[in-house]
């Protein structure tokens, strides 16, 4: 219990704390993503590389684009929701 | 007792989560069945892709982040009473929405000079179908955001930047899946 907590806050604590950090957050992310698919990558490694930037930008909005940032249960189960839908996403993808 | 406090805890009004919760349920059900089909005829869904323009979708990209990121400032500066910061960043948040209608526009058109339309192949059925209701989306959006800046009262704000949010949320789920899993 006390390791799950910990586990939160500190991921609680890796979010952009601020607007402007969080809009740059999504900025960079989104480069990122353009920018990795310039790489000559194996496809499985772009696609999980384009899924888990796509999870990180999507809880970030979460987070403080939509404030469940202040409702740590809510915000763990739409992160569990998305994580589920990129796993289904990138299963279909590499099938 | 406590499902009481945990629906409480949600900020907003509850009936935009359910609208919230119901759109990326109808895109996310929409985005399985595109790589459902897409198994297929993986090789004719790459090429098709390949038609698609994704610097344009790239940069529509962060149109829309930024957009999210000044209707979600208008709600802040609303709560402490900056009202024409607040309608100021809720009009600039509607026009970078108009600037994703015109970029996706943009696209569309270039599609059409093509000769690509919906039966072109399944991928441009889905692609047309998605972009197109998401583009709906911004437009309706977009009108939202014009008439909270109208009538600013800040639960108003509220509503009508999530609805934006979540707009914003879809197109970042949509955007990977299909301009650039080939």
């Known amino acids: ?3 799950a907590s910990s586990f939160f806050k500190c991921a609680r604590q890796r979010l952009p704390n601020s607007l402007p950090r969080a809009w740059l957050t999504l900025l ?19 696609g999980a590389g384009i899924l888990i930037l796509a999870l990180i930008k999507a809880r970030v909005i979460l987070a403080l684009y939509l404030d469940l940032a202040k409702s740590q249960v809510w915000l763990r189960g739409f992160t569990a929701v998305l994580t589920g839908f990129v796993l289904v996403i990138f299963s279909l993808y590499r099938m | ?53 994704r610097t344009g ?74 972009t197109g209701f998401h583009a709906a989306h911004v437009l309706a959006g977009v009108g939202i955001l014009l008439l909270v800046a109208w009538r600013d009262d800040a639960r108003n704000i509220e509503a009508g930047a999530q609805f934006w949010h979540m707009v914003d949320l879809v197109w970042i789920m949509l955007f990977p899946v299909i301009y650039l899993l080939g």
């Open chain 2, 1 to 53: 007792m406590s499902d009481t406090s945990l629906i409480d805890e949600l900020p907003g009004e509850l009936l935009m989560w359910v609208l919230i919760i119901s759109e990326l349920l109808v895109f996310g059900a929409g985005l399985i069945a595109f790589m459902a089909v897409r198994l297929t005829d993986p090789a004719g869904f790459a090429e098709a892709q390949s038609h698609l323009y």
């Open chain 1, 28 to 46: 960079a992310l989104s480069l990122v993503s353009a920018l990795l698919t310039m790489l000559p990558v194996l496809p499985e490694l772009l």
């Open chain 2, 57 to 130: 979708a790239a940069f529509n990209t962060a149109v829309l982040v930024t957009s999210g990121y000044l209707a979600a400032q208008a709600l802040n500066w609303r709560k402490v009473a900056r009202r024409g910061a607040a309608r100021l960043a809720l009009i600039g948040a509607a026009l970078l929405g108009v600037m994703f209608l015109i970029i996706k526009g943009v696209e569309y058109t270039g599609k059409a000079a093509q000769g690509i339309t919906f039966e072109t192949h399944p991928f441009f059925m889905f692609y047309y179908l998605l």
């Open chain 1, 1 to 3: 219990m006390s390791q």
